[in-house]
C-alpha cells in the first residue's frame, strides 16, 4: 500500500521517454516490413528512459481474454489512480470510425477475430502516447496491449512495467458476457445485457453476475460490437489462447503478474480487486479527501 501510494505521489515525464522510444521502434519495425527481424532491438539510449517506480506514475498492464472485463476494471483503476486508460481496442475502434487509410483493411481483421498486426498496433499506440503527453499525462493502465510475445518485447525494450494484471473467468461466462455486451452510440459506455448464472462443476465454483443495464436515456441508443457474434468471439478466444497466452507467461517468469479470479459481478469483484492491489483503503481516503 504505502509503497503504491508513494508512486502515486510522485510526477513523472517517462511517458514523453515511453512515446519516443515506442515511436522510433514503430518506425524501425515499418521499415523492416520488408525483411521481418526475428527480434527487434534498442540501442543503449532507451535504457535511460527508466526510472525508479518511486519517481513515476503506475505503468500497469491488464491481460485477459476477450470479454473478461480489462476495460471496466482497468477504466475503474484509473479514475481511483489519476493515470490514462489506453485500451488498444479503442483505438482500432477509434481508426475504424474515422475512415482512415487503415479502415478497410482493419475492419475485415477485426470482424473476422484476428489480431491486428504489430506495427499498426505500436504505430496507433504511439499517436495516443503523442497526445497524451501533450496534455501532461503521465503513467498508464495499458488494456489489451502487449497481446503478442512481439509487443511484450518491444514494451520491455522501452520502459518498466510495474504490474501485471491477469484477470480470469471461465470460458462459457467469457462467451456470454461478449453476446451480451452493448455499447451506447451517443456517450460510448458499456453495458451488459446478459444475465449469468452457471452452476459450479468440476471444482470451479458457481458464479452470478447482474445484467449491468444502461440508463433509460441511452436505451434506444444501444448498439452491438460488429465482432461481438458467437463465431467471431470462439475465434477471438482462440486467437488469444495462441497468441497472448504466452504473453501471460512472458510477465510471470519476470514476477511481475498478479493472477486474479474474478468472483463474480463487479459488485463482489471491484472490493476484491482492490484489496488484491493492496488498494482498499486508497478508495476511502480518496473519497474522504474529496
Ligand atoms: P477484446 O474484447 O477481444 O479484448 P479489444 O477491444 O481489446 O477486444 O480489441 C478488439 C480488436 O482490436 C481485437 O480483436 C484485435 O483485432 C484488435 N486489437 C486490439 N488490441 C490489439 C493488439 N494489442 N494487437 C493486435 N490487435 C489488437
Given at each position: 500500500?504505502?509503497?503504491?501510494?508513494?508512486r502515486?505521489?510522485?510526477?513523472s515525464?517517462?511517458l514523453?521517454?515511453?512515446?519516443?522510444?515506442?515511436s522510433?521502434?514503430?518506425?524501425?519495425?515499418?521499415?523492416?516490413?520488408?525483411?521481418?527481424?526475428?527480434?527487434?532491438t534498442?540501442?543503449?539510449?532507451?535504457?535511460?528512459?527508466?526510472?525508479?517506480?518511486?519517481?513515476?506514475?503506475?505503468?500497469?498492464?491488464?491481460l485477459?481474454c476477450p470479454?473478461?472485463?480489462?476495460?471496466?476494471?482497468?477504466?475503474?483503476?484509473s479514475?481511483?489512480?489519476?493515470?490514462?486508460?489506453?485500451a488498444?481496442?479503442?483505438l482500432?475502434?477509434e481508426?475504424?470510425?474515422s475512415?482512415?487509410?487503415?479502415?478497410?483493411?482493419l475492419?475485415?481483421?477485426?470482424?473476422?477475430?484476428?489480431?491486428?498486426?504489430?506495427?499498426?498496433?505500436?504505430?496507433?499506440?504511439?499517436?495516443?502516447?503523442?497526445?497524451g503527453?501533450?496534455?501532461?499525462?503521465?503513467?498508464?493502465?495499458?488494456?489489451?496491449?502487449?497481446?503478442?510475445?512481439r509487443?511484450?518485447?518491444?514494451?520491455?525494450?522501452?520502459?518498466d512495467?510495474d504490474?501485471?494484471?491477469?484477470?480470469?473467468?471461465?470460458?462459457?461466462?467469457?462467451?456470454?458476457?461478449c453476446?451480451?455486451?452493448?455499447?451506447c452510440?451517443?456517450?460510448?459506455?458499456?453495458?451488459?445485457?446478459?444475465?449469468?448464472?452457471?452452476?459450479g462443476?468440476?471444482?470451479?465454483?458457481?458464479m452470478s453476475?447482474a445484467?449491468?443495464?444502461?440508463?433509460?436515456?441511452?436505451?434506444s441508443?444501444?448498439?452491438?460490437?460488429s465482432?461481438d457474434?458467437?463465431?467471431?468471439v470462439?475465434?477471438?478466444?482462440?486467437?488469444?489462447?495462441e497468441?497472448?497466452?504466452?504473453v501471460e507467461?512472458f510477465?510471470?517468469?519476470?514476477?511481475?503478474?498478479?493472477?486474479?479470479?474474478?468472483?463474480?459481478g463487479?459488485?463482489v469483484?471491484?472490493?476484491?480487486?482492490?484489496?488484491?492491489?493492496?488498494?482498499?483503503?486508497?478508495?476511502?481516503?480518496?473519497?474522504?479527501?474529496?
Amino acid at each position: 500500500m504505502a509503497a503504491t501510494l508513494t508512486r502515486l505521489s510522485k510526477p513523472s515525464s517517462s511517458l514523453s521517454h515511453f512515446r519516443r522510444f515506442i515511436s522510433s521502434s514503430s518506425a524501425a519495425i515499418a521499415s523492416e516490413t520488408t525483411n521481418p527481424p526475428s527480434s527487434l532491438t534498442f540501442n543503449n539510449t532507451t535504457t535511460l528512459s527508466r526510472k525508479d517506480p518511486k519517481d513515476r506514475n503506475v505503468q500497469w498492464v491488464f491481460l485477459g481474454c476477450p470479454g473478461v472485463g480489462k476495460g471496466t476494471y482497468a477504466s475503474r483503476l484509473s479514475s481511483l489512480l489519476g493515470v490514462p486508460h489506453i485500451a488498444t481496442g479503442d483505438l482500432v475502434r477509434e481508426e475504424l470510425a474515422s475512415s482512415g487509410p487503415l479502415s478497410h483493411q482493419l475492419t475485415e481483421i477485426v470482424n473476422q477475430g484476428k489480431l491486428v498486426s504489430d506495427e499498426i498496433i505500436i504505430s496507433l499506440l504511439s499517436k495516443r502516447l503523442e497526445v497524451g503527453e501533450t496534455k501532461g499525462e503521465s503513467g498508464f493502465i495499458l488494456d489489451g496491449f502487449p497481446r503478442t510475445i512481439r509487443q511484450a518485447e518491444i514494451l520491455e525494450g522501452v520502459t518498466d512495467i510495474d504490474l501485471v494484471v491477469n484477470l480470469k473467468l471461465r470460458e462459457d461466462v467469457l462467451l456470454e458476457k461478449c453476446l451480451g455486451r452493448r455499447i451506447c452510440s451517443e456517450c460510448g459506455k458499456n453495458f451488459n445485457v446478459a444475465s449469468i448464472n452457471v452452476k459450479g462443476e468440476n471444482g470451479n465454483p458457481g458464479m452470478s453476475m447482474a445484467p449491468l443495464l444502461p440508463p433509460s436515456h441511452c436505451m434506444s441508443k444501444l448498439i452491438t460490437r460488429s465482432d461481438d457474434t458467437e463465431t467471431v468471439v470462439t475465434e477471438r478466444l482462440r486467437i488469444y489462447n495462441e497468441k497472448s497466452q504466452p504473453v501471460e507467461e512472458f510477465y510471470r517468469s519476470r514476477g511481475k503478474i498478479l493472477e486474479f479470479d474474478l468472483p463474480g459481478g463487479i459488485p463482489v469483484s471491484w472490493p476484491k480487486l482492490l484489496e488484491a492491489l493492496n488498494l482498499d483503503d486508497y478508495e476511502e481516503k480518496q473519497s474522504a479527501a474529496a
